[in-house]
Nanobody
């Protein structure tokens, strides 16, 4: 089992940057595909980015491609989401997710483990 804890959220002006972190417990972090999702008020949870077990492969939603970067540090059991050129529509609660899969998944139902989320608010 993996426990996840996000941090780094906050209030930022449009055009600004923010980096989220997700710390995982346990010794099996390297055996999990990791992803970030987000959920805005009144909307469904949506895929943001995912990274393979060894970090060699990354996948992004079209809405964040070129602005966000996902990365991981397996010895530190941590995955990151660097967010740049932020827009008000990026405002949401951001969730870290993990799953013991070998291929990318973009649906929230395909991930077994979730963090509690961290709020990101982008002001215009």
């Amino acid at each position: 089992q993996v426990q996840l804890a996000e941090s780094g959220g906050g209030l930022v002006q449009a055009g600004g940057s923010l980096t989220l972190s997700c710390a995982a417990s346990g010794r099996t972090f390297k055996d999990h595909y990791m992803a970030w999702f987000r959920q805005a008020p009144g909307k469904e949870r949506e895929f943001v980015a995912a990274i393979s077990r060894n970090g060699a492969s990354t996948t992004y939603a079209d809405s964040v491609k070129g602005r966000f970067t996902i990365s991981r540090d397996n010895p530190k059991n941590t995955v990151y989401l660097q967010m740049g050129s932020l827009k008000p529509e990026d405002t949401a609660v951001y969730y870290c997710a993990a799953d013991r899969r070998w291929t990318v998944a973009t649906r929230s139902s395909e991930y077994d483990y979730w963090g509690q989320g961290t709020q990101v608010t982008v002001s215009s």
